[in-house]
């Protein structure tokens, strides 16, 4: 095993603002990548950009992206257009003595790259699988595989790890020291996504059981 | 008063895939986008698309933006390159019968536009009001006001919420027809976004109180 190269930076992936947030570790890349749920996947359209919430899962350097077979902007990405794929978590409000040093405290993974359709039969299920089980682990033994009329129906892309960038901001405001002295609180409310109760469908038998998979799930 | 008008779809706003969770009217664009704390801001530089997370806050059908002078994709919008800027919420995670329907329940806005650097120095400070009142309610009031040289040193845009679609996802699992005998429970895991204890910065002194626009904030 050798092990994981660290993030190369080209021009694109070189982070400039910000600098002292960037990360160059690529295990910092798949924590970010993996604690996420939805992506916001960027390709060009004419002109323009188009920016959707993309479903997606790692595997090794591989992302799998997916949607529908008809969605323009994934049709784009199929035929070679360049993406951004981008996955952010805010983990907090900054607040600070001033109004300008507000902010975030969050992290950002930024990929940047061409994906490739993924044509080939087993690939197709591996991907699938990567897809469900990022998004339900357990869900990919424990519930009924895609048929081939769903497999056709599922646009199914990869987009390789290899020109991703890693932004992280943690930590209390950075006010200026001017500031410091004033009488207002500073600090950080920190932000976190967290699972309700599992809502079964009102379709299931009555007293189905919630399986540990959905019930011990932890984001 | 004139009633908001209704999303009026452009070719690039129609929503094509899954139309029937296309929603027009305007207060739900509203809603989606109060609800956020970041975007994602899609700009082409060269020919690729960028994807960042972006700071933004909501007057009316105005959307402003902001982030550092120094980041290209900021400057490409500023320069009056199309952007797209797209809001999610992530509601639940919809475990269905069949791996095929696993999806998720979400809240999307996605605004087409070319976005306008705002010079006015009012406009400006109204933005910046707007802007810190969208993330920190009340601290524009409780914290030191920008000074020439931080209004300087933020790129300030504003984009029309006039080419705007908004998609919504809720409910229970689509699972075909074949599938609801299955043994397989199936039903929706909600997400929320929760607030924690707030942080309070090491700086201050001891027995800061913590304020109730902080204290009280609620998602």
Request: charged share 20%.
């Amino acid at each position: 095993m050798h092990p994981a190269p660290p993030l190369s930076p080209t021009p694109r992936s070189t982070v400039r603002r910000g600098a002292r947030r960037a990360r160059t570790d690529r295990a910092e890349l798949y924590a970010v990548l993996d604690a996420g749920l939805v992506g916001h996947l960027g390709v060009v359209l004419g002109d323009a950009p188009v920016v959707l919430p993309t479903g997606y899962g790692r595997r090794g350097d591989t992302l799998y992206l997916h949607g529908s077979t008809g969605a323009a902007s994934l049709r784009a990405a199929a035929a070679g257009a360049p993406v951004c794929f981008t996955v952010t978590h805010v983990d907090g409000i900054v607040y600070a003595r001033s109004a300008f040093h507000h902010l975030m405290n969050y992290r950002c993974a930024v990929v940047h790259g061409v994906a490739r359709p993924v044509t080939d039969p087993a690939e197709r299920l591996l991907g699938l699988e990567v897809l469900t089980e990022h998004l339900a682990p357990g869900s990919w033994t424990a519930t009924r595989r895609p048929d081939r009329r769903e497999l056709a129906a599922t646009a199914l892309l990869t987009l390789d790890l290899t020109e991703a960038s890693v932004k992280v901001r943690t930590g209390p405001p950075g006010d200026d020291e001017r500031d410091l002295t004033a009488p207002v609180w500073a600090g950080v409310l920190p932000l976190r996504t967290v699972v309700g109760e599992p809502d079964s469908d009102p379709l299931l038998p009555p007293g189905t059981p919630v399986p540990a998979r959905v019930r011990d799930r932890v984001l």
